[in-house]
């Protein structure tokens, strides 16, 4: 287990540590109420404790991390394991996501404890590990899956946790995520209107529970926009550039091949591009592409990925935001929340040049 513990606190202090009984004799207050504003109990109004944490942020106070740990049986640190053979975990997703968190968790006067594990099981063995050594008092959880491990093992130790992502079975579970079902909706409808009667979905690891919700998306967008729906055109388990190479191969290889396609993941949507350069179609006018992620690598495609972008910076600093207040004692039915994505359209959806069927016998010559 690697783990890296930020301070997140002021950077400086005053020469000699500020006690709480100078700070609360400096506010006027007793030390219980000081304490109490500070570690965020609820019978403290939201106006004391904001003068509480201006006063102490002025005056350099600190609070002795184990003797609060003692008094309040919190380490004052949210805790992330980060799988790092997961598809996404090395792109800039992680170091904005990680921005986010500590922003919030600075601005509460709380740590990061993140550690690194290199697979599914190493990950919950590291969780598992920081619960009993007791690193961190809740976690978030990056890429819920249909069948989490990460979240039985904090239910069974009653650890407060909020995902990145929802579940299909909610009790218990505060989270935050990005409606990605609406982005696939829109991108079909946005494909239909351009002219797109036949539109095929890639979709991401069945394993993510984004992934049912994001076909569930493609299914609402084809409804909308007056299109039947051909199970030939639906793929799936493409999560990097190579998957998505391969299930646009045999997207294209069909009779009545698709004129666009809508991706549930940028770095699969790429792997089009290189199918595409084979053949010698071009992307955005034989072939269009909308994809999701908004990730920096679609900006260099020719032409630029159209994609529906996600500010995995607010992301993380919502979730350490409820997580904290999910510590101290809010019920994870009021901590939950969803946020759209934004339609980044860069060039590479357009009116179709060919049809399905003229489509088919292009690359039929070009494969002859």
């Known amino acids: 287990m690697i783990q890296t513990v930020h301070d997140l606190g002021p950077a400086e202090a005053p020469q000699g540590r500020v006690t709480i009984t100078q700070l609360s004799a400096a506010l006027g207050l007793s030390k219980s109420t000081v304490s109490r504003a500070l570690n965020g109990y609820p019978d403290i109004s939201e106006s004391t404790r904001l003068r509480v944490r201006r006063g102490a942020e002025t005056m350099g106070y600190r609070p002795l991390s184990h003797a609060q740990a003692i008094r309040t049986g919190r380490v004052r640190a949210l805790g992330l394991v980060v799988q790092i053979d997961d598809h996404d975990s090395q792109r800039p997703f992680l170091a904005d996501f990680l921005a986010g968190i500590s922003v919030a968790a600075s601005a509460e006067g709380w740590t990061l404890t993140v550690a690194t594990a290199d697979s599914e099981a190493r990950t919950v063995r590291t969780m598992a590990q920081l619960v009993e050594d007791r690193k961190a008092d809740g976690f978030i959880l990056p890429r819920t899956l249909s069948d989490d491990a990460r979240v039985a093992l904090l239910r069974a ?77 639906i793929r799936s388990e493409a999560l990097r550039t190579e998957d998505g190479a391969r299930e646009t191969r045999a997207l294209l290889a069909l009779d009545a091949p698709p004129t666009a396609v809508v991706f549930a993941v940028d770095h699969a949507a790429l792997g089009l591009y290189r199918v595409c350069a084979d053949l010698g179609l071009r992307v955005g006018r034989d072939l269009s592409v909308i994809s999701y992620d908004g990730v920096p690598d679609g900006a260099y495609a020719d032409p630029p990925l159209s994609s529906f972008k996600v500010d995995t910076r607010a992301a993380g600093q919502r979730l350490a935001e409820m997580l904290i207040a999910r510590i101290r004692g809010t019920s994870p039915e009021e901590l939950r929340e969803t946020a759209p994505a934004v339609f980044a359209d860069r060039g590479s959806a357009g009116p179709p040049r060919l049809d399905s069927g003229a489509l088919a016998q292009r690359l039929a010559r070009e494969t002859t």
């Not at 079909?188 to 991401?204: E, K």
């Open 157 to 233: 130790h009653d650890v407060p946790f909020v995902m990145f992502g929802r579940t299909a079975k909610p009790e218990g579970c505060a989270w935050f995520d990005i409606l990605g079902e609406d982005a696939m909706r829109d991108a079909v409808v946005h494909l239909s209107r351009l002219g797109h009667h036949r539109i095929a979905f890639v979709n991401g690891g069945g394993r993510y529970n984004y992934s049912r919700l994001r076909l569930a998306g493609y299914r609402a967008g084809l409804a909308a926009a007056g299109l039947i729906e051909d199970p030939v055109l």
